[in-house]
């Protein structure tokens, strides 16, 4: 990391701790923001390889549901024990269904993620007993080494993304993250160098998943309950749509975009709570229409002047 | 036993097959995966419902709420069709699939908004045009008349839009762009405004699948998601961008779906879904999609 970044992260995270300092409230919404930016990175990592998907709501929701049961079977509290759950069953399903899927490209890929995620949702709506149907499950108050953690979900959420931030940049500068740009660009030349295109694909979907199973645990021991609609499409948009909005060139993407959104959502719903939707649709297009990059090629943009005027 | 369960599962297939035609024609011709189908669909609904209780309430013929049903849909691609297209899909045209969907997700979320705000939170119905043609008798069980006519009006519209795309000039403009968008223009089509066209066209027959089965399923708040995510799966199932596809899949999943209701209800949500994953795993082209060449 160079200095002037590892500075910017540094300044980010004390503004965020002033922030949580300031108002609990505020804590709560940064909680579940940084939560979805998680996932949201796991989708930006997806998107880097050139695919999109249209059903990661179902590891947002696997780490939801994962925890969930967990305190629901076990009577589990513990903090750690119930992240630990969440980000585990994302994983697994993610082997599965990363196996089986990525040998599928571009809107088939989209399609199949989207039907998997879709047959997940119904499944639980309808299986009442197994899942709390459309009702959806509670999670209980956790605990940190049996004590009560007050802000210490926030600062666990924190300390999540800056090691997820962290070792994921480390791997998108490995050469197996390089790879993932090289399948966007051309998969068929990096066959012909002897690299396993669907083996590449297949640990970064895993990776994805987990992250998005990370996430939805810390969104959903913060909101405290789980409900099938975490596994809608409409989710994973969204998470596609912070991705996006973020940029999936830079790391740090994924979280200012989610940010953006949940602070857009939020001071809708405020002042305007018929047209959060709206607020966010416009985003949507904003960043589709005007700055492709997402908000990290809004900070490369002066460099693309620069050039531009040499 | 088996006749209510066909007779359930074709009703059932003929308003998937308007939920997803429209869809399946726009990214034939246009590649655009539009999201934002759903949204026109529950548009088309709501117009149809709210014109049919305006007719009533002049004490007109309860008879124009048939008229209502297809004004509505004019009303709602006239309104929205060639906004959209200009404005914003225009932009997205050779970006890929992420610009587009960005694109299509916010008009989305922006047409969920204007829904909740022109015609409120609360249901609304108007069961005008399935109670003047009273019910009927098929095999013991009772059926509302339009719910039997609606199947066939879904294999009119399918033939009309076969007849249309295959034996009108302007059809033939439409699948000539399909086929070859550079071609097309080298042959001096204007393709802009056959996209134009063919997206508005293509919001008409999102809408008119929401009005005409508005007098069945009503309108409410979520009806965009809902149809939005089964016309994907209907179409994909079938071959994106076939409209013969649309069809097959329509019944598959119409009738998985009332077989699901009889014999494993916990399963028919999520027929769809099943059938889709399935079928995209062995074929994802779909059933009757053909497979394009890859360019390197």
Known sequence: MKGPRALLWVCLAAAAVAVALASPWASFILTVALAKGLAALGVALLLRAGLMSLGHALFYAAGGYGAAYLARWLGVTDLLLLLGAGFLSATVLGLFTGAVLVRYRAIFFAMLNLAASMVFFSLVTKLYNLTGGSDGMPLPVPT??????????????????????????????????????????????????????????????????????????????????????????????????????????????????????????TAASQYAPLLWEMAMGLCALAVALFVPQGLSGIVDLPQQWKRAVQ | MLTPIVIDGLSDAALLFLVAVGLTMVFGVLRVVNIAHGSFFALGAYAAITLGLWAGALGLSQALSYGALVLSALLVAALFGPLTERLCLRATYGRGEIAQMLVTFGIFLILDDVQKLVFGVQERQNDAPLSLLGVCNLGGIVYPVYQIALVGLAVVVAFSLRWFLRGTRAGKLVLSVVHDAEMARFSGIDTAKVSVAAFTFGVFLAALGGSLASPITGAAPGMSAEATILAFAVAAIGGLGRVEGAGLAALIVGLGRAFAVYYAPAFDRATPYLVMFAVLLFRPQGLLGVVETRRL
């Open chain 1, 144 to 265: 940190m080494f049996g004590l009560k953690p007050g802000q210490g979900l926030f600062y666990l959420t924190l300390a999540c993304v800056f090691v997820c931030a962290g070792g994921l940049r480390r791997y998108l500068d490995s050469a197996m993250g390089q790879g993932l740009g090289a399948i966007a660009t051309n998969e068929i030349r990096l066959e012909y160098l002897g690299i396993s295109v669907n083996g590449l694909l297949f640990v970064n979907y895993a990776i994805s998943a987990g992250l998005g199973g990370l996430g939805g645990a810390l969104a959903a021991i913060a909101i405290g309950h789980v409900t099938p609609e975490l596994f809608f499409w409409t989710t994973s948009a969204q998470l596609l749509l912070g991705a996006a909005l973020g940029g999936a060139g830079s790391v740090a993407g994924p979280f200012a975009g989610m940010l953006l959104l949940e602070g857009v959502r």
